[in-house]
């Protein structure tokens, strides 16, 4: 997966944002077509200090608010899913990110 959102940070840029309480996320939408529902997740997003994560993945919401209910019976659960964890600021992978990073 990439990350979106840190072009052009230097990793001293980075590790001070995170230590601001930045953090790397990832958003849940899904997308139903007819009995057919898929769930995804989007690409780890970072979210600088003092950004809205909630906001951020306001996208995501979005999608599934609009295009995730219509498969049953998997549509409808999967969409109050994705935006309840939307809602909620996302899936928090700041940890197994910074893990990563600093493997390789």
Not at 31 to 57: H, K, M, N, P
Not at 63 to 84: D, E, H, K, N, R
């Amino acid at each position: 997966m990439k990350i979106v959102g840190i072009g052009g940070l230097t990793p001293e840029q980075l590790q001070t944002e995170l230590e601001h309480g930045a953090r790397f996320v990832i958003y849940k939408y899904c997308i139903s077509i007819f009995i057919l529902t898929f769930q995804r997740a989007s690409d780890i997003r970072f979210v600088r200090a003092g950004e809205s994560a909630v906001g951020e993945g306001m996208g995501y919401t979005l999608i599934s608010l609009l295009c995730g209910w219509w498969g049953i019976p998997w549509g409808p659960i999967y969409a109050i899913g994705s935006v309840a964890s939307n809602m909620g600021g996302g899936i928090d992978v700041t940890k197994e990110v910074i893990a990563s990073l600093q493997q390789g």
